[in-house]
């Protein structure tokens, strides 16, 4: 029902599907009924992702097309994470 009845209030998420340990609780309910547990999601790389889908890669250098660049660190969502690695293995001058 999109519209309840005058005096009904929605409850949205209550019980075992609130947000906090949702994944915990329902993993335990899986487990008692004889299911198997979600799998644990797996993180593919941006440089493997457009690769499979576009067929370029994005770490090739547009110049020399023999170079590669190396990721130094990303920004999304305000958040900035370094990469494991400092050094950018070519350069290219304007």
Same mark, same amino acid.
Request: hydrophobic share 40%.
């Given at each position: 029902m999109h519209i309840l009845p005058k005096r009904f $209030?929605? *409850?949205r998420h209550y019980g075992f599907?609130? %947000?906090r340990g949702k994944t915990k609780r329902? %993993?335990?309910i899986r487990? %008692?009924?004889g299911l198997e547990p979600t799998q644990q999601l797996?993180?593919?790389p941006i440089v $493997?992702?457009?690769l499979e889908k576009f067929g370029?890669? *994005?770490t090739q250098c547009e110049k020399c097309a023999t170079?590669?660049?190396e990721l130094l660190f990303t920004k999304r969502f305000g958040k900035t994470t370094y990469a494991k690695h400092g050094l950018i293995s070519q350069r290219h001058r304007s």
């Open positions: $209030v929605r *409850i599907l609130t %947000n329902l %993993n335990e487990k %008692n009924m797996v993180e593919v $493997v992702r457009m370029k890669d *994005i170079g590669h660049y």
